[in-house]
């Protein structure tokens, strides 16, 4: 960076750099025929509503480690001197298994994508509010506070101060002693 420039600005005036979005869709974002960027030699920044999405490991943070995973033993157990038959056992643990797979499968195709909507709006919607209100909110309140801290303070040692430093005076000289009476 140049001597005359704050900190962050570049040469063409901007704060940060411009947005430059890399061409490509969700599906292939690091397609290099359509990525005209990469031959012009344009610093380009990461968009990130166009990244990679991993079909294969879909909890990468482990939100659900410990909470969703229902499998058959977990649910259905038979002690020992209670069997039955192991056509029976082998048939419900098979039932329990596809028709678990099926229905979650069913359910996230019929209400996934529209509790997905809800779901982005519903964060769209606290995020404005966090950023458009709670935080101004919390930030105003502290610079208001600080005011009257001060006058607060400035009351405590002006009346307080005196009156418990007379109170501990007066105090100082009493002496109590305890004696064990039989």
């Known amino acids: 960076m140049t001597g005359g420039l704050k900190d962050g600005e570049t040469d ?5 750099s411009p947005f430059i979005r890399k061409q490509g869709n969700i ?18 920044m990461q968009d990130i509503h ?5 079909l294969v ?22 002690p020992p ?13 098979t039932t329990f298994t596809v028709t678990k797979y099926w229905c979650y499968r069913l359910l996230t195709a019929l209400v996934g994508i529209p509790l997905a909507l809800v779901w982005g709006i519903f964060f769209a919607i606290l995020s404005f509010i966090h950023i458009w209100a709670v ?4 930030k105003s309140y502290l610079i208001e506070i600080h005011c009257v801290s001060r006058v607060y303070s400035i ?10 430093e007379a109170m501990g005076k007066c105090f100082s000289s009493v002496r109590i002693s ?4 039989v």
Do not use: Q
């Open 178 to 181: 305890t004696t064990k009476g």
């Open 27 to 44: 599906y292939k974002p690091n397609n290099k025929v359509m990525d005209n960027d990469s031959m012009s030699g344009i610093k380009t």
């Open 50 to 54: 166009t990244k990679e999405i991993d």
């Open 12 to 16: 063409e005036g901007f704060l940060h």
């Open 135 to 138: 935080v101004p909110c919390i």
């Open 155 to 164: 009351c405590i040692h002006t009346f307080c101060d005196p009156l418990f």
């Open 81 to 93: 001197g209670t069997y039955s038959f192991d056509g029976v056992w082998k048939a419900s643990f």
């Open 57 to 78: 490991n879909r909890d990468p943070k482990y939100l659900n480690d410990d909470v969703v995973k229902v499998e058959f033993e977990d649910v259905i157990a038979e």
